[in-house]
């Protein structure tokens, strides 16, 4: 090593340290301190600084899951996303749409196995009008009234707003008045405009899906927030999805979660190595400590695996995300693990932890005979 290249390494490492030692000290994070710790640190010390800093937030010895059913009303689509492998075109032999019969057994089954809230997503379907998903929530109501219906996402939510000619808060105020309790943040892929305009070039822009959940936050409702990363991107704009939701979440205090999950491209038209589990584990990390007001941080057993999503809980997680009773999209893809809520929480207290199932807004679940229990907070 030459004396130029050792002095720069020790500019590097000294780069690390102060930031490290911001992290440690539990202080906000800029973007020089997110570029230096994502780049320059070592696994092992964004594990130990993203596990601090949840324990700061966590310190109980509980990680949490939600009995939930992820049902897809509907698989047309009109976007054609270049990651997608379960969207079908108008008029595809292979395209549906859900009967309430089908969606009632799969509900009824959800609650036997104690399951408390469903999530409803869809293509964007060019037939069906906004009463027809006011009509599926007030059933939905009405059938079973302790059900949370954690439902849609920000580009649908665009979609039937420019189809009806309604803003996109009159689309959300008329979902909540029908029965909706809350909105997942799918459709997030990576929050940055040159990459949707590579990947999902028809859905709504990254404005836009940020404006959807402040608005959606200011209606009372509560949202998650993902990021569907290792596609098309570079590294840069992962921070930069991590910064737009921290600047949100600054505004309006209504994100429950981040949900970081590697893009799987099997099935799909974009063409690339999936990410390792190292290079997820480093975005799980950077995320617990960027996304300082935001309480919970969500492993993905789906995408990477039991093994992988244990680890996580070292890694800045504190939540093991859901039963998932079914899932469509990402198997889809080719990806399909499956876990029970005895592996779940077997896997949990292996990493020793205690597993408590909650709901969407993180209040425990009493599991005798699985229903709700007193709203006790986690």
Known sequence: ????????????????????????????????????????????????L?????????????????G?????????????????AFYHPPQSSGGYVISREAMAEKIEETL???????????????????????DLLRWLRETWPALHIHA?????????????????????????????????????EVLHNEVRARVSPNKCSADQWLAVMEQAHALGLRTTATMMFGHEEEPRHRLDH?????????????????IPWTFQPKHTRIQCIPLPAPAYLRLLAISRLVLDNVSNIQASWVTMGPQTAQLALFYGA?????????????????????????????????????PVQRTMDYRAVRNEQYKIGGGIQI
Request: aromatic letters at 8%.
């Open 1 to 48: 090593m030459t004396a130029g290249n050792a002095h720069s390494a020790l500019e590097e490492s000294a780069a690390v340290l102060d930031a490290a030692a911001r992290a440690v000290r539990g202080c906000r994070l800029d973007r020089t301190d997110a570029d230096t710790l994502y780049y320059r640190a070592s696994l092992h010390t964004l594990a130990a």
């Open 50 to 66: 993203a596990h601090a800093a949840r324990l700061r937030l966590h310190p109980e010895p509980v990680v949490t899951y939600v």
């Open 68 to 84: 939930d059913r992820n049902i897809n009303y509907s698989n047309i689509c009109v976007c054609g996303c270049r990651f997608c």
């Open 112 to 134: 036997r196995l104690g399951g408390t809230q469903i999530l409803l997503q869809g293509g964007h379907h060019p037939g069906l009008p906004l009463e027809w998903y006011e």
């Open 152 to 188: 849609f996402s920000p580009p649908e939510i665009v979609f039937w707003a420019e189809k009806s000619g309604m803003t996109t808060a009159e689309v959300l105020r008329r979902l909540k008045n029908a029965g909706l309790h809350s909105l997942p943040g799918g459709g997030a």
């Open 242 to 258: 991590l910064f737009a939701v921290r600047q949100t979440q600054d505004k309006t205090h209504g994100f429950t979660a981040f």
């Open 318 to 354: 504190n939540d093991f995300g859901s039963l998932m009773i079914e899932e469509n999209v990402i198997a889809a893809a080719g990806v399909s693990y499956t876990l029970k809520r005895d592996e779940i929480c077997r896997i949990i207290r292996a990493a020793g932890f205690e």
